[in-house]
């Protein structure tokens, strides 16, 4: 009996180093553990059957819910490539940023690009306000379609320097066949795809913008 004791010691502080070592008891160790009890089990007091079966329980309940956290992990990762090449099909389509707003700080001047999807004959861009007034008109001049940038000085009509803010901006014009159209600021195709830090990006006019802050493709 003496020796089962000192074995019985020495498995426990074999054990004991185990758990120190790794922190948590893997499925490995349970079953380990569960050997160890039935090598050493004092033959006139063998071990309870009902407490074999709660221990192979639990092992194969940690087993399974090792398997399911390893079947989410590697669906999660297929749903996240599947989105990448998702993105990928949407190069040469259209992104709507879902505002054509422009900001104006005090005494400069703004910057902005707009996409005409067809050649443009004549047409002027318009500088609104939130109200829908126009403020200000931009001559577009006769283009190939593509994007194209302009600048407001930050002027209206009579050359008054008009308040700091957000304005909008729009454009309607005529193309070759004499077709009246519309186009603003915020629809862009998307020209490629770029992934960065886990995010997607997008490149539309001459930005990079995140995937996030598109609320349309067509």
């Known amino acids: 009996?003496?020796?089962?004791?000192?074995?019985?010691?020495?498995?426990?502080?074999?054990?004991?180093?185990?758990?120190?070592?790794?922190?948590?008891?893997?499925?490995?160790?349970?079953?380990?553990?569960?050997?160890?009890?039935?090598?050493?089990?004092?033959?006139?007091?063998?071990?309870?059957?009902?407490?074999?079966?709660?221990?192979?329980?639990?092992?194969?309940?940690?087993?399974?819910?090792?398997?399911?956290?390893?079947?989410?992990?590697?669906?999660?990762?297929?749903?996240?490539?599947?989105?990448q090449f998702s993105t990928i099909a949407a190069i040469g389509k259209t992104a709507d940023l879902g505002s054509n707003a422009i900001a104006l700080d005090k005494g400069s001047s703004s910057t902005f690009e707009m996409y005409f999807p067809t050649d443009v004959y004549k047409g002027t861009v318009e500088i609104t306000d939130i109200d829908g007034k126009v403020i200000k008109t931009i001559d577009v001049g006769t283009n190939d379609k593509g994007v194209y940038q302009f600048t407001w000085d930050g002027t209206d009509k009579a050359s008054n320097q008009v308040d700091a803010g957000i304005y909008y901006a729009s454009a309607s014009y005529t193309d070759p066949n004499g077709n009246a159209l519309k186009t603003r600021v915020g629809t862009y195709p998307i020209e490629s795809v770029r992934f960065e830090g886990g995010d997607t990006l997008v490149k539309v006019g001459s930005s990079y913008v995140s995937l996030s802050k598109i609320v349309e493709v067509y």
Do not use: C, H, R, W
Not at 57 to 66: C, D, K, N, V
């Open 1 to 83: 009996m003496a020796i089962s004791a000192t074995s019985s010691t020495t498995s426990s502080t074999a054990a004991s180093t185990a758990v120190n070592d790794k922190g948590v008891l893997g499925k490995d160790d349970f079953l380990k553990l569960l050997l160890v009890e039935l090598q050493y089990q004092d033959p006139t007091e063998p071990m309870d059957s009902e407490k074999i079966l709660t221990q192979t329980s639990q092992l194969a309940t940690l087993e399974s819910t090792e398997n399911t956290n390893k079947a989410l992990s590697e669906l999660a990762a297929s749903l996240s490539n599947t989105q």
